[in-house]
Nanobody, 124 residues
Framework: QVQPRESGGGSVQAGGSLRLSCALS????????IAWFRRAPGEERVFVGA???????LAADSVKGRFTITRDNAKNTVYLQMNSLTPEDTAVYFC??????????????????WGQGTQVTVSS
């Protein structure tokens, strides 16, 4: 059973940084595409960014230049480095796994395994 688990959320002031981690248990993440999504209060879950099995990353326009996704296959972990945070980044952040060998997808329905989420709160 593939089970991703997020950590690293918390509260930070605007302009600050946080690094989220997504650790995978049950399987090695070496062959998987891993994505980050977020859900702000009262809104749908939206794509933040992703990294492919071979290390190619992409990010949503709203976070491009501020957020970076990396992976450490030896630690079976993917990271989301978030800089220059704003109150609009406040959300629950989810890690998701696509076990298929293909290009990275942005759609929620393309991901089979999800973590429980970690709260990020940015105050002004």
């Amino acid at each position: 059973q593939v089970q991703p688990r997020e950590s690293g959320g918390g509260s930070v002031q605007a302009g600050g940084s946080l690094r989220l981690s997504c650790a995978l248990s049950g399987q090695t993440l070496r062959s998987y595409n891993i994505a980050w999504f977020r859900r702000a209060p009262g809104e749908e879950r939206v794509f933040v960014g992703a990294i492919s099995w071979n290390g190619i990353s992409l990010a949503a326009d709203s976070v491009k230049g501020r957020f970076t996704i990396t992976r450490d296959n030896a630690k079976n972990t993917v990271y989301l480095q978030m800089n220059s945070l704003t109150p609009e980044d406040t959300a629950v952040y989810f890690c998701a796994v696509d076990p298929r060998w293909r290009a990275v997808k942005r759609e929620v329905q393309e991901y089979d395994y999800w973590g429980q989420g970690t709260q990020v709160t940015v105050s002004s």
